[in-house]
T-cell receptor, first 116, second 109 residues
Framework: EAGVAQSPRYKIIEKRQSVAFWCNPISGHATLYWYQQILGQGPKLLIQFQNNGVVDDSQLPKDRFSAERLKGVDSTLKIQPAKLEDSAVYLC??????????????FGEGSWLTVV | EDQVTQSPEALRLQEGESSSLNCSYTVSGLRGLFWYRQDPGKGPEFLFTLYSAGEEKEKERLKATLTKKESFLHITAPKPEDSATYLCAVRGGNTPLVFGKGTRLSVIA
């Protein structure tokens, strides 16, 4: 079974520029997450999708971050304009559905962003 | 608010020297406690899910246990390839997965 695919793996941009990350979840997984992991910290949830609807975006900095999952499969996370503090790994994850107790969440390799 | 605290932050072991990692948590209505392994430059890799106090799960040299307030990840006779960051996370009620900061484990040959 193919895992969660993410691209690009690495990106370096200047502050105030924009960047977009793409994610393809495991086939059949209805729930998709974007997490932000700053060096030395645990992952922090940015947004959760159930199919193509947003379930939780309470921790997404909406003035600069946006995400979409138009057809309920692939997802894109965009940052515009980027700030230095956005330097982090952006992890995409998926699971069958979030309603059940303890459904395992599988992570991709991450997209590493450096803002200079 | 759900919270996860992991200790120690870093642990250095000699090959074969067994030890335990701690994960203390507060959560409203535990729906699962998860252990992940994360290698440098990689995403977290799922290890275990524990659902209720008293539950134990094993995989090779790793054994995870759960009480009402904490979980332990026991590492028996570790090898250098066990070196990684181990992340603990909890899910409660309708809240998303909340992670601790992790324990960085180094196993020296």
């Amino acid at each position: 079974e193919a895992g969660v695919a993410q691209s690009p793996r690495y990106k370096i941009i200047e502050k105030r520029q924009s960047v977009a990350f793409w994610c393809n979840p495991i086939s059949g997984h209805a729930t998709l997450y974007w997490y932000q992991q700053i060096l030395g910290q645990g992952p922090k949830l940015l947004i959760q999708f159930q199919n193509n609807g947003v379930v939780d975006d309470s921790q997404l900095p909406k003035d600069r971050f946006s995400a979409e999952r138009l057809k309920g499969v692939d997802s894109t996370l965009k940052i515009q304009p980027a700030k230095l503090e956005d330097s982090a790994v952006y992890l995409c994850a998926s699971t069958h559905f979030s309603g059940g107790s303890g459904n395992t969440i599988y992570f991709g390799e991450g997209s590493w962003l450096t803002v200079v | 608010e759900d919270q996860v605290t992991q200790s120690p932050e870093a642990l250095r072991l000699q090959e074969g020297e067994s030890s335990s990692l701690n994960c203390s948590y507060t959560v409203s209505g535990l729906r699962g406690l998860f252990w992940y392994r994360q290698d440098p430059g990689k995403g977290p890799e799922f290890l275990f899910t524990l659902y209720s106090a008293g539950e134990e799960k094993e995989k090779e040299r790793l054994k995870a246990t759960l009480t009402k307030k904490e979980s332990f990840l026991h590492i028996t006779a570790p090898k250098p390839e066990d070196s990684a960051t181990y992340l603990c996370a909890v899910r409660g009620g309708n809240t998303p997965l909340v992670f601790g900061k992790g324990t960085r484990l180094s196993v020296i040959a």
